[in-house]
């Protein structure tokens, strides 16, 4: 078991209140993203984000994340203006970007010299590099790493400066569905053993179901929350559990995906 740091966080209380923002368009008038978003997100709780391309899920995290300024509105961290960019609130991508001219030790300390604590905190590196997997990779450069090893780094070199919110950007979107499978359970560990409020931003419906206490389904563009779904099986979840092909129906019903099904032409 991993020793965890005693200054680790354990709030992470997200509050969004009537959030609109329009982005400049090349022929000199406004798009609208996100329109009059609410939206309160508890500490520890895990909630997935889903819609249709375009909806500004991803938009609605970089707001979050402090790298997006909302036009009307505001997002709070535990009762605090998010004003800009903060460690408290840490983003994993799509793709890790890792350095590759920096060993996987190095890449996870990145964060600890960028807030010059690396003297005092460069025995976190190690444990973190445990947390996720990787004890044995410090050494290693991102080449030689598989997919889901780098998106491990990757979650390290976020979680060692202790955010008291993960935003997860579809981090999982690039790899093999088994590979997908396993570090959809890494991060389930992880959030059970750091407390930690978790955002996810998704296309994959079993996903979202998989993993989050609530899917926030969202609307086309300009995005609006259309509705929120409560998941509510116990952890560890069966992914062949009837109930949950229930709710899986019932977002795809909402997202317009089901369709007309036809008796098939066959037995069944």
Known sequence: MVELAENI???????????????PHPDGS???????????????????????SGCGKSTLLRLIAGLEVATTGTLELDGQLIEGPDAERGLVFQNPYLFP?????????F??????????????????????????????YPHHL?????????LARTLINHPRVLLLDEPLGALDAFTRMTMQDEILRIRAEKRITMIMVTHDVDEAIYLSDRVVVMTPS??????????????PRARNNPDFFLLRSRILEILNFVGHV???PYQI
């Open 9 to 23: 966080q354990s709030q992470g209380v997200i509050d969004i209140k009537s959030v609109s923002k329009t982005f």
């Open 30 to 52: 406004e798009v609208l993203a996100l329109a009059k978003v609410d939206l309160t997100i508890d500490s520890g709780e895990f909630v997935s984000l889903i819609g249709p």
């Open 101 to 109: 001219w920096l060993n996987i030790f190095n890449n996870v300390a």
């Open 111 to 140: 964060g600890l010299r960028a807030r010059r604590v690396y003297k005092e905190q460069k025995h976190l590196v190690n444990q973190f590099l445990e947390l996720v997997g990787l004890g044995k990779f410090g050494q290693v």
């Open 146 to 154: 598989s997919g889901g090893m780098a998106q491990r780094a990757s």
């Open 222 to 235: 300009p995005g609006q929350v259309e509705t929120i779904l409560n998941v509510p099986f116990p952890r």
């Open 262 to 264: 036809e008796d098939p």
